[in-house]
């Protein structure tokens, strides 16, 4: 039921303004390939001039915080976000669940959030590498989605990331049959928290993602696109991916 690629680039905490010449170099390629959906998160610093500089490629944040606003020093509103002109959130990435603890219940509320300010949402699942050798990790990324799932979600503006923390930066990507079964069972697990509509839902592969191995994973079925981290700040290596995507 899915029929458009996504592809999301994270950069992290990379990117100053010097950079904003590769998210025009980005934004080339995506034109190039229209049957692709491409987004790249930047810093919320560059965000504003990403949005006025490139208008009509899709920009969006890291992260925002649940409440709208308040006594929380150096946090984001989805509404500071959305006004800065980010169309969509990364919310829940491995990195925050771990460096900021955020918990599911946190990640439900951001994701609600995020869309009542008008934001596409990407919730990022995925298990540690001793979940995986305890044979838990079906088990712990279901658990995950069913706890940040916003209420109300719908496909227009919800997206799932599954990216095992073990892949991520690492070089090390799970094997085909094991993305196989987990976008399996999330798409399940969609479906007993939303019905049909769960088979609209973009299920996003993370980790370790780069030109070279794109086509493959892309190829997984209930593989809907990736979502890229290293590989997403050049248009040299992001450009493959997009490219790859196009292909199906
Ligand atoms: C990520 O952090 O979302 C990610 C997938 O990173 P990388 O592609 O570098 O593994």
């Not at 219940?105 to 990022?124: D, F, P, Q, R």
Request: aromatic share 6%; with cysteine; charged share 20%.
């Amino acid at each position: 039921m899915v029929s458009r690629k996504y592809i999301v680039g994270n950069w992290k905490m990379n990117g100053l303004r010097d950079q904003l010449t590769n998210i025009a170099e980005i934004a080339k390629v995506a034109d190039e390939y229209q049957a692709v959906d491409v987004a790249i998160c930047p810093p919320v610093t560059l965000i504003a001039q990403a949005v006025t500089n490139f208008p009509g490629f899709a920009i969006g944040a890291q992260d925002c915080h649940f409440a709208k606003s308040g006594a929380h020093t150096g946090c984001l509103s989805a509404d500071m976000i959305r006004e800065a002109g980010a169309s969509m959130a990364i919310l829940g990435h491995s990195e925050r669940r771990a460096d900021q603890h955020e918990t599911d219940a946190e990640v439900k509320s951001k994701a609600e959030a995020a869309h009542n300010a008008g934001l596409g949402v990407i919730i990022c699942v995925g298990e540690s590498e001793e979940e995986r050798d305890a044979g838990k990790a079906v088990e712990v990324v279901c658990g995950q989605l069913e706890g940040s799932f916003p209420d109300g979600a719908n496909v227009d503006w919800l997206t799932v990331a599954y990216e095992p923390v073990w892949a991520i930066g690492t070089g090390r990507v799970p094997k085909a049959a094991d993305v196989e079964e987990m976008h399996a069972a999330i798409r399940n697990a969609l479906r007993n928290l939303m019905g049909e509509r769960a088979g609209g839902v973009r299920i996003l592969y993370g980790g370790s993602m780069n030109g070279g191995n794109a086509s493959e994973l892309l190829s997984i079925p209930n593989v809907d696109g990736g979502l890229v981290g290293g590989a997403s700040l050049t248009a040299e290596k992001f450009g493959p991916i997009i490219e790859a995507a196009a292909a199906f």
